[in-house]
């Protein structure tokens, strides 16, 4: 056994036959079927509320900045709790953290369900996303610790479908729900579901990795909350503040945000240093990984703030309903998770680069198509542009995920795992608030020159989306830079890293020097 790297040493006499480093154990791959169903669930939760929100507006005789706190609630438990994930991944197993974030999940969806009002609604919702924060990361950590590299694409391609499809097709889930039940039943038909999975998870989920005794630092818990939390819950409001509908200018929580990450950027630099921090920032000296999250964040900034607009363009201007609407929006969903498994295969075979430059500037060619939607255009063009754009976001998100993540060093796979599933977050918040804001100053300036209601809101889209190219066009520059990531050592054995098969972690790791 090689000391560097805890695996297997080929003899000179070894047969000169394919490696078995390639196989997955059976453990393993249950272990990821079970996360990514569940994950997929969980994070369907996270934009359904989006089509919802009038019917609850009328059910619980709420105003509108009432209600839009289940979807700000959500966003802001999210952004406190995932950054804390990097430790947790480390302090627990596997099987602990899938159990605790499947059954908070499962409880706050039963809670929401029975809410007799929107207090209790809004808790429901809460736990849902404390549950949903830990989910994400743990896949990735899972995947990125057992998968061997030449597989990693095409299993992170379902970590895509999870990221990316489960967003995208949330609000016409939504549509079809309401379309012939209450709002109850958007959370009625996920319980079962959920609950199979919190079962199969108790019973097939094992230890697959060994917990380390690692210690949080409060202040840095405490930054991060005020950071994250701040900056999501102030670019959240800018779109309302258009209209005058927050109770808190923006600017002041996203100048908290600003400051309050200055001073965790800081703490954090220092923590690393023993290996203590909240977040290891570490994972930036990569450049591989530098460059990947630059253009995710830009990715999820364009999905989100297409998701946000398209729904209003085709209520608004074409007069279509919610259940059209979510009927639209449903091919671009289903065929960016119908390729990722071919992205991944490809990526596997190719690298990043000649996936990820030619999805750049599709991207940025989708957005400046949408400049063009106007109040005669036809719902069929929409279908296609959107779901052009979708194939864009399909070529690049897996690989570039991969590559990022990949070129970590293994001690900070999961600290990786939560800086892209955190600065995620940031850029859904950040391209709805970019792109609401647009429109919004777009439509009042047409409406200033003598257009009507549905004229000025046409320009107004054209011209969010005319910044969002232009963003977009940054990023297929920036597409040049991606590389394929350095190869890191062959994860060992499932026998070797994982405990006995009582579920027992392992008290020492595998190839170490001592």
């Not at 895509?160 to 967003?167: E, F, G, K, R």
């Not at 549509?175 to 919190?198: C, E, H």
């Not at 600017?251 to 400051?259: H, Q, R, T």
């Not at 363009?313 to 990722?340: E, R």
Request: with cysteine.
């Amino acid at each position: 056994m090689s000391a560097d790297s805890g695996t297997p040493v080929a003899g000179p006499d070894a047969p000169e036959t394919k490696p078995q480093d390639d196989a997955i154990p059976r453990e393993i791959k249950t272990v990821i079927a079970l996360l990514v169903v569940s994950a997929f669930v969980v994070i369907l939760n996270e934009t359904i509320m989006s089509v919802a929100l009038p019917r609850l507006m009328e059910d619980l005789d709420i105003t509108a900045a009432t209600a839009q706190w289940l979807t700000t609630g959500f966003l802001l438990t999210m952004a406190v709790v995932i950054p804390t994930t990097g430790l947790i991944l480390q302090r627990f197993s596997t099987r602990t953290v899938f159990l605790t974030a499947m059954g908070l999940f499962n409880s706050g969806t039963i809670i929401a369900a029975a809410a007799p009002g929107f207090e209790v609604l809004l808790f429901g919702r809460i736990v849902q996303a404390t549950g949903t924060a830990l989910m994400i990361p743990l896949l990735m950590t899972t995947v990125l610790n057992f998968v061997p590299v030449s597989r990693r694409g095409r299993t992170m391609g379902l970590i895509s479908i999870v990221i990316a499809v489960a967003p995208a097709i949330g609000p016409t889930f939504s549509g079809l729900i309401l379309s012939v039940l209450s709002w109850r039943w958007l959370f009625l038909v996920v319980v079962p579901v959920a609950l199979l999975s919190l079962c199969l998870g108790a019973v097939l989920v094992r230890n697959v990795t060994t917990p380390r005794a690692v210690r949080f630092d409060v202040l840095s818990i405490l930054l991060s909350a005020l950071a994250f939390g701040g900056l999501i819950y102030g670019l959240s409001s800018i779109g309302k503040a258009a209209d005058g509908d927050v109770p808190v200018p923006p600017l002041l929580p996203v100048g908290i945000g600003v400051v309050a990450l200055v001073l965790f950027v800081l703490r954090q630099t220092v923590l690393q240093r023993v290996d203590r921090a909240l977040l290891d920032l570490r994972t930036f000296t990569q450049r591989s990984f530098a460059v990947g999250v630059l253009m995710m964040v830009l990715c999820m900034g364009a999905l989100f703030g297409s998701l946000i607009l398209l729904p209003i363009y085709l209520q608004s201007v074409l007069n279509l309903t919610t259940l059209q609407t979510g009927l639209i929006l449903l091919p671009g969903g289903l065929t960016m998770g119908l390729i990722a498994p071919l992205v991944g295969r490809l990526f596997d075979r190719h690298g990043p680069r000649p996936l990820v430059i030619p999805g750049a500037f599709g991207m940025t060619t989708a957005l400046v198509a949408m400049t063009t939607l106007g109040t005669g255009s036809s719902a069929g063009t929409v279908v296609a542009i959107h779901v052009f754009l979708c194939v864009s976001l399909g070529f690049m998100m897996t690989p570039l995920m991969t590559s990022a993540l990949g070129s970590l060093e293994p001690a900070l796979y999961s600290h990786g795992s939560a800086i892209v599933s955190t600065l995620q977050q940031l850029a859904g918040a950040a391209g709805t608030a970019l792109f609401v804001t647009m429109m919004t100053r777009g439509t009042t300036a047409s409406a200033d020159e003598g257009n009507g209601p549905v004229v000025a809101l046409a320009d107004g889209i054209h011209g969010a989306f005319l910044i969002g190219a232009a963003l977009a066009a940054i990023g297929a520059a920036a597409s040049f830079l991606v590389r394929k990531p350095p190869v890191q050592p062959t994860p060992p054995p499932l026998a070797e890293k994982a405990g006995a098969p009582g579920g027992e972690p392992a008290t020492a790791s595998v190839g170490t020097a001592d």
